[in-house]
């Protein structure tokens, strides 16, 4: 067999193992996992870091959302996770923030995200998941001193019926004609 | 009696009875009689006395959903479209924009399936009325068409008509079922008197119907 084919095989292959590490998975080089809690935060919000893989006892997480780096200290040996906190930067736009960490004297980027997500519901009250309250449903436009409830009819805020204009034009109406009834009367009498 | 005094004695009792019957009817009328929703404590508008309802069909199969509903007795001819809930936790209803839309409680249940379907619609925007301004007209016995994106049209009949404040609203009453089983629809708008203070109605107009027919 010719060696021009097997070393550009062999070419190919060792390429291919030099470029395998950084075209591999973005979220764990060297085993170096950093992970923020909560994964979804407001800006301005504090966000605890726990990195695991370094071996070492400190180390720095970065991101571009963080006011600063968290500084990181934990127990030495890499079955332990070295632990920090961080502040988000105010003004941050929503959306997927890389996390990078420095550890061991070497820098691991990419090794975790957090969400920036502004207006988040407090985890002790949950958004309600069935309609509970009453409906928001008019601007008002239509509503003179009271809103008429039923088209077309005014309502006072005393409750039903036409209302007091009405009820003192019934009184007055009835009284009037009650006198002129007894008026007329009277003076038929003293004519006959 | 002398001949002139007749039409003046006449006129005088007719005035008279009239004045009467406008007192009387301000004292006398209560809600039972009243055409209008009173405020206050929940009020049954036009309760049947003695109005025959038809009776419920059965659900209709599918969740097909709503495209457009009428209420011929109201003039109500609107589109639907779906609607989630707002950050009080209550239905929300289209945009002051498209105020001749009707919304629909998407994530629960279709008109003419089992439950309530829930419609909701602005009684007026800021400045004219809108799409539910007659809502409160409506009476039991009245049908209410919604056409299915599937075609078919769930025919429902009002059985109910409330005014519901809002400091004394209960979710169960307005958007739960009230038979199991039945296909259920309520129309729900803004109603009582507006508080300039808060921009809010104080009551919530709230008419129930059960599903009759389908075509």
């Keep these: ?192 | 009696m002398a001949a002139s005094s007749r039409p003046v004695t006449g006129v005088a009792w007719a005035v008279l009875l009239l004045g009467f019957w406008l007192w009387g009817r301000d004292t006398a009328w209560g809600p039972g009689g009243s055409s209008a929703p009173t405020h206050g404590d929940v009020a049954a508008v036009g309760r049947p006395l003695g109005v025959d309802l038809p009776p419920s069909r059965a659900p209709i199969p599918g969740a097909a959903e709503p495209l457009r509903v009428e209420i011929p007795a109201l003039g109500v001819d609107a589109p639907v479209v779906p609607r989630g809930l707002d950050s009080t936790g209550a239905v929300d209803p289209p945009p002051y924009e498209t105020p001749q839309t009707v919304g629909w409680y998407g994530p629960g249940t279709t008109p003419g399936a089992a439950g309530p379907a829930l419609l909701v619609g602005h009684v007026d925007t800021e400045t004219r009325p809108a799409v539910f301004y007659d809502l409160s007209a409506a009476r039991p016995g009245a049908t209410v068409r919604v056409t299915r994106t599937d075609g078919s049209v769930a025919v429902f009949t009002v059985d109910d008509v409330r005014v519901v404040p809002r400091d004394a609203f209960d979710p169960r009453a307005v958007y739960g079922s009230r038979a199991p089983g039945r296909a259920e629809l309520r129309l729900i708008t803004c109603g009582g008197t507006f508080d300039r203070a808060t921009g809010l109605y104080t009551a919530n107009v709230v008419v129930s119907a059960y599903l009759t027919a389908a075509e």
Excluded: W
């Excluded at chain 1, 030495?76 to 004297?105: I, M, N, P």
């Design chain 1, 1 to 192: 067999m010719r060696s021009g084919p097997i070393a550009l095989r062999a070419a190919g292959a060792a390429l291919a193992l030099v470029l395998a590490p950084a075209a591999g998975t973005a979220l764990a080089h060297d085993g170096v996992q950093a992970t923020a809690t909560p994964s979804t935060a407001a800006p301005g919000a504090d966000v605890d870091v726990r990195v695991k893989g370094c071996e070492g006892t400190t180390g720095a997480a970065r991101s571009p959302a963080f006011v600063a780096d968290a500084e990181l200290t934990g127990r030495d040996g890499g079955a332990y996770a070295l632990f920090g906190g961080a502040t988000l930067r105010t003004g941050l736009e929503d959306g997927t923030y890389r996390l990078s960490v420095t550890c061991d004297g070497h820098d691991h980027h990419d090794v975790g995200t957090l969400t920036v997500r502004r207006h988040q519901q407090p985890t002790h009250r949950p958004a309600p998941v069935t309609p509970v309250a009453p409906v928001r449903a008019g601007g008002g436009g239509t509503a003179v001193f009271a809103a008429p409830v039923a088209p077309g009819v005014a309502q006072t805020a005393s409750g039903d019926g036409l209302g007091t204009p009405y009820t003192l034009l019934g009184l007055g109406m009835a009284g009037a004609a009650a006198v002129a009834v007894a008026f007329r009367s009277s003076r038929r009498r003293r004519a006959e």
